[in-house]
């Protein structure tokens, strides 16, 4: 079944230091992929997308993702973590004109 | 623009109780759609649109029903609400082309909903 896989429900990081949250997914062709942040309380905020192209994609906020597809693998990063980072991050796939499926989520929270 | 907006922010029910969330655009999206959040669940699609007058069924439609009788608007309807209704309720929007769902969805600030 297509499905896509956030292995990490839950990461810690010091403020300042380097990020990074897994997604994967199944599916027989590249989809189309997307990063979502959501802080407590709030709606999702796009973070970036990948269409095609490069394969390193720059998001707001200071993020990135790498899409590899023999990994199938589309993992956000960011070189230095802020406290404002803390929130919910989730990966989102959406294989050509099918739905928009959702990761299970990954909550960050950032240590002083 | 406003984006999306959905009200009310808050509600409690009593079980078999109905209701409507409603959910608006100012950005002359075609496509629309609605999304529960559960713990450690994501998002799950209840139902989508792709334009006035057409809707179809998500993953979990069961409980819900919707219309969408202009492009602004998508409202979504518990006819009976149930303690497995209590969640967090996103509307959406995208653009579309022909149909075809594009690019990102834009999400409304959520609807806290509880059954009791």
């Known amino acids: 079944a297509q499905s896509v896989t956030q292995p990490d429900i839950h990461i810690t990081v010091s403020e300042g230091a380097s990020l990074e949250l897994r997604c994967n997914y199944s599916?027989?062709?590249?989809?189309?992929l997307f990063w979502y942040v959501q802080s407590p309380g709030q709606g999702l905020q796009l973070l970036l997308k990948?269409?095609?192209?490069?394969?390193l994609v720059q998001g707001i906020k200071g993020f990135e993702a790498e899409f590899k597809r023999s990994q199938s693998s589309f993992n956000l990063r960011k070189p230095s973590v802020h406290w404002s980072d803390a929130a919910e991050y989730f990966c989102?796939?959406?294989?050509?004109?099918?739905?928009?499926?959702f990761g299970t989520g990954t909550r960050l929270t950032i240590i002083p | 623009n406003a984006g999306v907006t959905q009200t009310p922010k808050f509600q409690v029910l009593k079980t078999g109780q109905s209701m409507t969330l409603q959910c608006a655009q100012d950005?002359?999206?075609?496509?629309m759609s609605w999304y529960r959040q559960d713990p450690g669940m994501g998002l799950r699609l209840i139902h989508y649109?792709?334009?006035?007058?057409?809707?179809d069924q998500g993953e979990v439609p069961n409980g819900y029903n919707v219309s969408r009788s202009t492009t602004e608007d998508f409202p979504l309807r518990l006819l009976s609400a149930a303690p497995s209704q209590t969640s967090v309720y996103f509307c959406?929007?995208?653009?579309?082309?022909?149909?075809?769902?594009?690019?990102?969805?834009?999400f409304g600030p959520g609807t806290r909903l509880t059954v009791t």
């Open positions: 599916y027989g062709a590249t989809p189309y």
């Open positions: 990948y269409f095609s192209g490069d394969t």
């Open positions: 959406a929007s995208s653009y579309s082309k022909s149909g075809r769902t594009l690019y990102e969805q834009y």
């Open positions: 950005m002359n999206h075609e496509y």
């Open positions: 989102a796939v959406r294989p050509g004109n099918e739905k928009l499926t």
């Open positions: 649109s792709v334009g006035a007058g057409i809707t």
